[in-house]
């Protein structure tokens, strides 16, 4: 699942900065001093530091859906929310921070993640993910010097998506008439 929701962040980025996207690499990698010195392009970074059940999103039980045309019965799906740094990486400094400010400015708003740019096995799991910015993100003085790297400006995105288990059960048309009929005997 981690592979097609990078997938679909990597393909709403681009989309939402149009031509700025052009040449631009982005990378899912551990951002530390190996990786940046293999970096001789623009690259945009999300980096994937945490995994943990978004609590205010549990919910208990069953709820029916309908996909292509097929009536189910699923357990809720459990909500996680998958924490990225999303950092900005060129040689210039002046273009690094234009860079983020474009990532800034595609990620400001509280949004869904919906098709098309989610891939199909991803975007049949509803609710579809949910984009926010953290407003209380990591401490980089202490986070950068972890991965090994150099200071960098940085986004802490927060996806909140339903992971699938595949609990579906494919159930019956609901019940639209019911008849009763005595018969003598």
Not at 126 to 152: E, S
């Amino acid at each position: 699942m981690l592979h097609l929701l990078d997938d679909g962040l990597e393909a709403f980025l681009r989309a939402e900065l149009g031509p700025a996207a052009s040449g631009l690499d982005v990378s899912f990698a551990l951002p530390d001093k190996d990786w940046a010195a293999g970096v001789n392009r623009p690259t945009l970074n999300l980096f994937l530091y945490s995994v943990s059940p978004v609590s205010s999103e549990t919910a208990v039980g069953f709820e029916q859906l309908e996909h292509n045309g097929e009536r189910r019965r699923q357990r809720v799906l459990p909500r996680m929310a998958f924490s990225y740094l999303v950092s900005a990486w060129v040689a210039d400094g002046r273009d690094e921070h234009r860079l983020l400010g474009a990532a800034l400015a595609a990620l400001a708003r509280t949004r869904p993640l919906e098709p098309p740019y989610l891939p199909e096995a991803l975007a049949a799991v509803l609710p579809h993910p949910m984009l926010q910015l953290d407003m209380n993100p990591p401490d980089g003085t202490d986070l950068w010097p972890a991965l090994g790297g150099r200071y960098h400006p940085c986004l802490c995105l927060v996806v909140n998506a339903s992971v699938d288990p595949a609990f579906a059960v494919v159930t019956a048309a609901p019940v639209e008439e019911i008849s009763l009929s005595v018969v003598r005997r």
